[in-house]
């Protein structure tokens, strides 16, 4: 007699998102920043955040990146609950799981190109390799550049310079506020198409704050935040649709204002 074992195959457990918001609340004075956010975003995501001025676009990155802590609710980077964690280490996560980007690129003046990408490592109190910075700068389309101080640098080359330093620590999340508004379209251009590369070539997981629908169009979605709520997404979005989104949530915004 023949026994015959069946396999059941079970499917895979879904991944734990790299950055899951729980009932996020800030409050600034008496001001809701934030009024309760619940949010996934996916591991190798390219995430936009839009809405009017005010809406709490920044406070939502600062919190969701630990720069900030919520007045309540959750915040979970790469699997790591930030709530509770005392400043020292709040510190080292993000150091070493987080990058960030900002619109100001942050370069130290006196520094070399090789320095300043190096400079995380070094106050991490680890001595990066010559191959690893130069490795760093490749990456972001910056070979032979590692002697070059910010001033002898355009300003895309100085994101690129500011990109590479964020990135040299592999960290599970890069948050952008505003990565190309002070830069001119072209080289905003080139610096998107440098952020999309990398979320699909090497598996990075974006969020960007963003006021420009272009810039919007080259995310995989894009959440729409309003009085510190999300009122809204788009996948697949088209700088078309996005403006026309804002356009929509600004007139709102304007009648609800003159109605007071």
């Given at each position: 007699?023949?026994?015959?074992?069946?396999?059941?195959?079970?499917?895979?457990?879904?991944?734990?998102?790299?950055?899951?918001?729980?009932?996020?609340?800030?409050?600034?004075?008496?001001?809701?920043?934030?009024?309760?956010?619940?949010?996934?975003?996916?591991?190798?995501?390219?995430?936009?955040?839009?809405?009017?001025?005010?809406?709490?676009?920044?406070?939502?990155?600062?919190?969701?990146?630990?720069?900030?802590?919520?007045?309540?609710?959750?915040v979970e980077i790469d699997g790591v609950p930030l709530t509770g964690l005392s400043e020292r280490r709040l510190t080292l996560l993000r150091r070493d799981r987080i990058g960030f980007v900002f619109q100001s690129f942050n370069l130290l003046p006196s520094l070399t190109a090789a320095q300043n990408v190096a400079?995380?490592?070094?106050?991490?109190?680890?001595?990066?390799?010559?191959?690893?910075?130069?490795?760093?700068?490749?990456?972001?389309?910056?070979?032979?550049?590692?002697?070059?101080?910010?001033?002898?640098?355009?300003?895309?080359?100085?994101?690129?310079?500011?990109?590479?330093?964020?990135?040299?620590?592999?960290?599970?999340v890069l948050f952008g506020d505003e990565p190309t508004g002070a830069l001119d379209s072209t080289t905003g251009r080139a610096v998107l198409d440098l952020?999309?590369?990398?979320?699909?070539?090497?598996?990075?997981?974006?969020?960007?704050?963003?006021?420009?629908?272009?810039?919007?169009?080259?995310?995989?979605?894009?959440?729409?935040?309003?009085?510190?709520?999300?009122?809204?997404?788009?996948?697949?979005?088209?700088?078309?649709?996005?403006?026309?989104?804002?356009?929509?949530?600004?007139?709102?915004?304007?009648?609800?204002?003159?109605?007071?």
């Amino acid at each position: 007699m023949t026994s015959t074992t069946t396999t059941v195959h079970r499917p895979a457990a879904p991944a734990a998102p790299a950055v899951r918001l729980r009932g996020l609340r800030r409050l600034h004075r008496d001001v809701r920043a934030l009024d309760g956010v619940d949010l996934d975003l996916p591991a190798g995501s390219f995430t936009a955040v839009m809405g009017p001025s005010g809406s709490g676009k920044s406070t939502l990155l600062q919190c969701a990146a630990g720069l900030d802590r919520p007045t309540a609710g959750t915040v979970e980077i790469d699997g790591v609950p930030l709530t509770g964690l005392s400043e020292r280490r709040l510190t080292l996560l993000r150091r070493d799981r987080i990058g960030f980007v900002f619109q100001s690129f942050n370069l130290l003046p006196s520094l070399t190109a090789a320095q300043n990408v190096a400079l995380p490592l070094r106050l991490a109190g680890r001595r990066p390799s010559r191959a690893q910075v130069r490795d760093a700068l490749a990456r972001v389309g910056l070979a032979g550049r590692e002697r070059h101080r910010p001033a002898e640098l355009s300003g895309g080359q100085q994101q690129r310079v500011a990109l590479a330093r964020a990135l040299i620590t592999r960290p599970a999340v890069l948050f952008g506020d505003e990565p190309t508004g002070a830069l001119d379209s072209t080289t905003g251009r080139a610096v998107l198409d440098l952020l999309r590369e990398l979320v699909d070539r090497d598996g990075l997981t974006l969020v960007m704050v963003t006021h420009d629908p272009v810039a919007a169009a080259r995310a995989d979605r894009v959440l729409f935040l309003v009085d510190g709520r999300l009122v809204g997404e788009q996948h697949a979005p088209t700088a078309e649709t996005v403006a026309a989104r804002m356009a929509g949530l600004e007139a709102h915004g304007e009648a609800a204002g003159a109605a007071c």
